[in-house]
């Protein structure tokens, strides 16, 4: 009961020194912060959320935490509870260690920007807002929580608002979040007219769920993860600043509906329907995104492919039914993902703003502790043996490998597996090697405490976390203790044969002259042409009939035929039958004589 207690009690106080540059300047007016400040605060949160995770890993009990009830319908309560379980306090620890790293990098890159402090708490406030979707126990707070991270995603995004392609890509992420939110909104309905709770531990005791509202969670971490269909906002929120995409794709907003579908796993448990979704949904959208990143020049949108593919990878494993295996790959990914980006972002700011690594090239020379992390987080990201990726990528493929399931999906997810290594080395080899393809005038300098340290710091984590997070991980379902050599190193030999197909193509461009280009070869470089349908087409056909309408139906019809037109016409049909009645005809004169004779007729009746 004591180390339950001690355990909520670190935990609130962690959540409480992040809050504390957010709250400061509210309660004092005249206190400031400044990015030391904060990097301190955020690294004095990390040192306290190590107790409770160690807590913890040494007892193994669960804690719930009740501070306030809300009850504004007679049957219906809504109590502020928080949850102290494997999943929370271990990723606690992990988005902390991450967040510090980058926000020490943020007072580096974003040094030069007028309203930085505003930048660094809204910063503050994403992370705060994934904490609070991590930590809580019923579908309220977890609500609160995952608009929290979307509303902040859209405000840093389009952090600079005077590039129309900033504000077009925050506007995209909005819109498309907006389409997952009302699955999870209406999910919350069925929920609270159903079982009239949103207490996740009370929904988990009825084992009968209709399929219908885990098709609505479904579509909300489908936007929010970026699987296939609601995935287009992701490469396009590359527009933001670099600290952004390495807070973004690491460790909140991508990793929330993930981190959904992990609460909710006992609901999908016993639902062969939702399950299959998940893993053709992961299947299809791992690959697409491997697809897509093979022939991308941005080094940013390359790395922003790979978080959907290994996004996919995380909703094959919530297929499998295997929670804690993609909880474990979404712990490793953050490092290595966040290391990747912030290497991006000094290697980027070094060249001006240079993001093609077609115009890179030799930069191991001049950036070599920048370039050597390039190579670890991407080797990490590989899968390579004893790094951070190794030890939950290689598990999923081994469990996929060792399943009964869909067949194609094992297949997608191997091709992309290869994929994956097939474009991190051609990033390294571009950004890295063969002569130097930037201007000579540049003055790069990668000396800067506040730069090395956190990828330093980060390629440490991407080296050790795996190991160390396995060690502690306690897996929920006993995973296959006996395989052939073949299932047990399908993952290295597929990663293999992607470098052995990176460096074919590498060797073949030098010698082979650009074939034609055609609508079928441009379907990576134009992202599957998934843009091109539903920005362009669907809006252009919708466009053309609403033109139509406006100018056919309602212009021709309505104003002109049945408005001043058809009365004139009406009136003129009028004037001609009313004013000329004598016009010759026998037909005429025997109608009206007939008409007259009966109306006399009529009325003798009826006076009569």
């Known amino acids: 009961m004591e180390t339950a207690l001690l355990t909520s009690t670190l935990t609130l106080l962690t959540l409480t020194i992040i809050l504390t540059p957010l709250l400061l300047p509210l309660l004092l007016p005249k206190h400031k912060n400044t990015p030391t400040t904060i990097t301190r605060t955020i690294k004095t949160a990390f040192t306290t959320s190590m107790v409770p995770m160690t807590m913890y890993i040494f007892t193994g009990t669960d804690n719930i935490i009740s501070c306030w009830e809300w009850q504004f319908i007679t049957n219906f309560k809504i109590p502020l509870s928080l949850k102290m379980d494997q999943y929370s306090l271990m990723f606690l620890p992990t988005a902390l260690f991450v967040t510090w790293s980058i926000i020490q990098f943020t007072t580096w890159y974003m040094l030069e920007e007028p309203y930085k ?4 708490s809204y910063l503050l406030t994403f992370l705060v807002a994934m904490l609070l979707l991590t930590i809580a126990n019923n579908m309220l707070l977890l609500f609160i929580g995952w608009e929290g991270v979307g509303i902040m995603s859209f405000l840093l995004i389009g952090w600079w608002q005077g590039r129309a ?47 219908l509202p885990l098709l609505g969670i479904i579509l909300a971490a489908t936007g929010k993860s970026a699987q296939f269909g609601l995935h287009p906002w992701l490469p396009a929120a590359m527009e933001g600043p670099t600290p952004v995409s390495a807070l973004l794709h690491s460790s909140t907003m991508v990793v929330a509906g993930i981190f959904l579908l992990i609460r909710t796993q006992p609901l999908i448990n016993n639902n062969k329907t939702a399950l299959s979704i998940c893993l053709c949904l992961g299947a299809l959208s791992t690959l697409f995104a491997a697809t897509c990143a093979l022939t991308q020049n941005d080094i940013k949108k390359i790395t922003a492919f790979s978080t959907s593919s290994q996004l996919g990878l995380m909703m094959v494993t ?17 490092f290595f993902k966040a290391m990747l980006f912030l290497c991006s972002g000094s290697i980027i700011h070094s060249l001006n703003g240079e993001q093609d690594i077609r115009k890179m090239g030799g930069l191991q020379k001049t950036m070599p502790t920048t370039t050597s992390c390039l190579t670890i987080g991407s080797l990490a990201l590989m899968g390579t043996p004893f790094l951070a990726g190794f030890y939950s990528k290689d598990l999923i493929i081994e469990n996929l490998n060792t399943s009964y399931l869909n067949t194609w999906a094992l297949l997608l997810t191997l091709l992309a597996t290869s994929f994956t290594a097939t474009y991190s080395l051609r990033m390294m080899l571009l950004v890295q090697t063969e002569f130097t393809r930037t201007p000579t ?16 710091r980060l390629a440490m984590g991407s080296i050790t ?60 470089s134009m992202l599957g ?10 809006p252009t056909k919708l466009l053309n009939n609403g033109q139509k309408t406006a100018s056919q139906l309602i212009d021709l019809s309505w104003y002109k035929k049945m408005g001043p037109e058809g009365l004139a016409n009406f009136h003129l049909l009028l004037s001609k039958n009313a004013t000329t009645p004598h016009t010759g005809y026998i037909k005429a004169y025997l109608g009206s004589f007939a008409l007259s004779t009966l109306i006399i007729i009529t009325s003798c009746l009826t006076t009569n």
């Open 465 to 524: 976390a795996g190991l160390l997070i396995t060690t502690y991980l306690t897996p929920i379902q006993t995973p296959p203790m006996t395989m052939s050599t073949l299932t047990k190193t399908t993952a290295m030999i597929i990663t293999t044969l992607g470098i052995i197909l990176a460096t074919e193509l590498s060797t073949m461009t030098h010698m082979l002259t650009p074939p034609k280009q055609n609508t079928y070869m441009n379907f990576s």
């Open 441 to 456: 005038i540049l003055t790069m300098n990668e000396n800067n405490p506040t730069i090395i340290n956190p990828i330093t």
């Open 165 to 211: 392609e900033a504000n077009t890509a925050a506007l995209q992420a909005m819109l498309y979040n907006r389409i997952g939110d009302i699955g999870l909104i209406l999910s919350m309905a069925w929920l609270a007219l159903t079982m009239n709770t949103w207490e996740l531990q009370q929904t988990f005791s009825h084992t009968k769920i209709q399929t």
């Open 529 to 538: 042409y998934f843009n091109l349908l539903a920005h362009r087409l669907n």
């Open 318 to 334: 919530i297929g499998l039914n295997q929670p804690q295996l993609a909880f474990l790959h979404i712990s490793t990914h953050a």
């Open 117 to 120: 402090m505003k930048f660094f």
